[in-house]
């Protein structure tokens, strides 16, 4: 597999080791080490249960001060209670005492089996070993992406450089999670890093926005995790970005998010499709997202997917019953790009034809117009096949 | 099969009979019909896509008027248009010409395969047939039950005899339905029938209050449907029920369509078990309601309950992201009578003997207690296994 490989942000070192959290033992420990203090904002889980590296971290970001993030893959350290809790903090403490810093500079993630405690003697030296191997070259960056994932088949990450006011930052960012979301033992978990400079509270507000383009428009199987963490850490210096350049870096940041929100999807558990439900004329955009949502989720939308099958029925049905208005009079459904059904009246078209080309492609474009206002959003969903059934059936207690 | 046979609600007359819009030959027009004017209410899909008959039947309930209720399978004559509404309106005509009653006195019930038009010669040969056939046997009946399935792969059926301020009443009904909810093949219909006298807007009301109790609280794959209806048809006479005679009438009205919704659940598509949910604790009964869906829904409960596995994680995660209140240090969790996660905390128990119990189960129990108030729901839902999968991705057009 070749990665590509621009410059990695400035300031950021890196680090994957297998310490054994990971029966089949493959890196587990995954850590991230800034010279000075960074900048740090996240967007976690709206699960009502969550885990305990997902507690610390709320209450540590936004910051100005964030020195390192810890994760570490294998046990999600969710549903752990108090002693949970302490575990995490423990992480904290054993990556302060190595980078030199407060304890509460440090970010914690965890992901992997719930409700099981982690295996604190395993962390600790899986720990020192990270911080033994840190480096600021690209092979570590990839250590450290691979140390997060768990059912993924493949590393998630993205990099760019970025032109902003006339100015170039690098952004790279990681991510793991194969279902969006499932709580056994995937979750979704993702960091961003960047030089560009950038202040704290300003970063918890994009980052926020960049989630809902993103993160929150892409669903494997709707089930929302416990662990969900997505953070954004920038070491750049200096006077930070502030009108178009900083709307520049909005933009791509936006934009790098989606794409690296995309690559969940891609590989999600047993998926063979992605498909991208684009809804337009809608009340508002949150009644599109709400349509694209339901549309996307339909698990007979996912499995016509699955099939090549061009079953406009259930697309349209599926709209039908989004808690958001659509003009059913109006309503015209496109798959990749050929019209279906226009204005409520089913159209005559090549459906073996459009079947084959549905096969063919790994993305299934699904375009949805309801009728209404300028209301526009796209979601992003895998099928759904037998394989996710069978992956998620097997007996794992 | 042996069929329960007390007897039918009087004053109704059925048939069932074979007219060729299944490839299969099965039968697919279905006739009751009441020898003088019957009370009758409606309760419908609430998807915004709507299926000619629906909108119909919608306009012609509650009535103290009904003669008759035709019926076809292997065409939903949903998404049809104009043609789709002359269509529908036709064949309550033709019912009604053979009935001798006006036209506006039939209701009318379509299922089966979305915008297509309704083969109309074939259809009135149907009804003719059926008309001819019509008899208040037994045999009859299970006709008429015989001729609105789709997918199903057994017949739905429950008939009671109910005793309301010492008098004995008939009740018998009939439906369909294999995905609660699959639009393009199956979706769900039924009809109640009884001799206790009732007025027409009190069983509006108690029918939907029925509704809300049983078929909206089961789910095979949460897709609602276009063409969704449930009728009740009450030929009794002389003095509707009330006070504490319709209190009894209406509590076993709302167990009659709970026994008969759990049918839709046990036979949904390539269903292996019936999971219920029963939520205690929530803020109130409709907040305790969706938490049980939500359970209920998520892919990955569905599949953990498919492999006999009692993953309490993913149950008591999806819990958490409900959109309603929970506590999460107060929630406790059962699986088939088993204590598994008690007020937060994860209890040792013999996994494999639990499993080996969900496994040899059709049902499958799920006990939920939240920790906030009183409210309290359940909700049933099959399993989602490979069969649902394969059954719905394959190609159909």
């Not at 305990?52 to 752990?80: D, F, H, Q, Y």
């Not at 950038?198 to 416990?226: I, P, Y």
């Not at 694209?292 to 499995?303: E, G, H, I, M």
């Given at each position: 597999m070749s990665e590509p490989a621009p410059s990695l942000p400035a300031g950021f070192q890196f680090s994957g080791v297998a310490c054994g959290i990971k029966a089949s033992g493959k890196k587990d420990v995954s850590l991230i080490v800034s010279e000075r203090d960074v900048v740090g904002a996240g967007?976690?889980?709206?699960?009502?249960?969550?885990?305990?590296?997902?507690?610390?971290?709320?209450?540590?970001?936004?910051?100005?001060?964030?020195?390192?993030?810890?994760?570490?893959?294998?046990?999600?350290?969710?549903?752990?209670?108090?002693?949970?809790?302490?575990?995490?903090?423990?992480?904290?403490?054993?990556?302060?005492?190595?980078?030199?810093?407060?304890?509460?500079?440090?970010?914690v993630m965890s992901t992997g089996v719930i409700g099981q405690p982690l295996p604190m003697d395993k962390i600790a030296v899986g720990i020192e070993q990270?911080?033994?191997?840190?480096?600021?070259?690209?092979?570590?960056?990839?250590?450290?992406?691979?140390?997060?994932?768990?059912?993924?088949?493949?590393?998630?990450?993205?990099?760019?450089?970025?032109?902003?006011?006339?100015?170039?930052y690098e952004i790279a960012a990681m991510a793991k999670g194969a279902?969006?979301?499932?709580?056994?033992?995937?979750?979704?978990?993702?960091?961003?890093?960047?030089?560009?400079?950038?202040?704290?509270?300003?970063?918890?507000?994009?980052?926020?926005?960049?989630?809902?383009?993103?993160?929150?428009?892409?669903?494997?199987?709707?089930?929302?995790?416990?662990?969900?963490?997505?953070?954004?850490?920038?070491?750049?210096?200096?006077?930070?970005?502030?009108?178009?350049?900083?709307?520049?870096?909005?933009?791509q940041l936006n934009d790098l998010c989606i794409e690296l929100a995309k690559k969940l999807v891609a590989d999600g558990e047993g998926a063979t499709h992605v498909m991208q439900v684009h809804v337009h004329g809608a009340a508002d955009d949150s009644a599109a997202e709400l349509?694209?949502?339901?549309?996307?989720?339909?698990?007979?939308?996912?499995?016509?997917i699955t099939g090549g099958d061009p079953n406009w029925g259930r697309i349209v049905s599926a709209a039908g019953y989004a808690e958001a208005k659509i003009d059913p009079t109006k309503t015209t459904l496109k798959i990749c790009g050929q019209a279906i059904y226009l204005e409520g009246v089913p159209q005559s078209f090549d459906a073996a034809a459009l079947s084959k080309k549905m096969k063919a492609n790994v993305d299934v474009e699904i375009d949805l117009q309801v009728g209404l206002q300028s209301g526009k959003a796209t979601f992003w969903s895998s099928d759904l096949t037998t394989e996710y059934v069978t992956f998620n059936s097997e007996y794992t207690t």
């Open positions: 967007v976690f889980t709206k699960n009502q249960i969550v885990a305990a590296p997902v507690l610390l971290c709320k209450a540590r970001t936004p910051s100005e001060t964030i020195r390192a993030v810890v994760t570490n893959s294998g046990n999600a350290n969710a549903c752990t209670g108090q002693s949970g809790m302490d575990d995490a903090v423990t992480m904290c403490q054993q990556v302060a005492a190595k980078v030199g810093c407060d304890e509460s500079q440090v970010l990270a911080h033994d191997q840190l480096s600021n070259d690209h092979e570590s960056f990839l250590s450290a992406a691979d140390a997060i994932l768990t059912t993924d088949n493949a590393r998630k990450m993205v990099q760019r450089t970025v032109v902003c006011g006339g100015k170039s279902g969006m979301i499932s709580p056994n033992m995937a979750t979704m978990l993702a960091v961003v890093l960047t030089d560009a400079p950038l202040e704290s509270t300003q970063c918890q507000t994009m980052l926020a926005k960049a989630a809902d383009l993103s993160f929150n428009r892409v669903s494997v199987d709707g089930h929302t995790s416990t662990n969900d963490t997505l953070l954004l850490l920038s070491s750049g210096q200096g006077e930070p970005l502030s009108g178009e350049p900083l709307q520049d870096f909005v933009d349509i694209a949502r339901t549309v996307a989720a339909s698990p007979l939308v996912k499995t016509a």
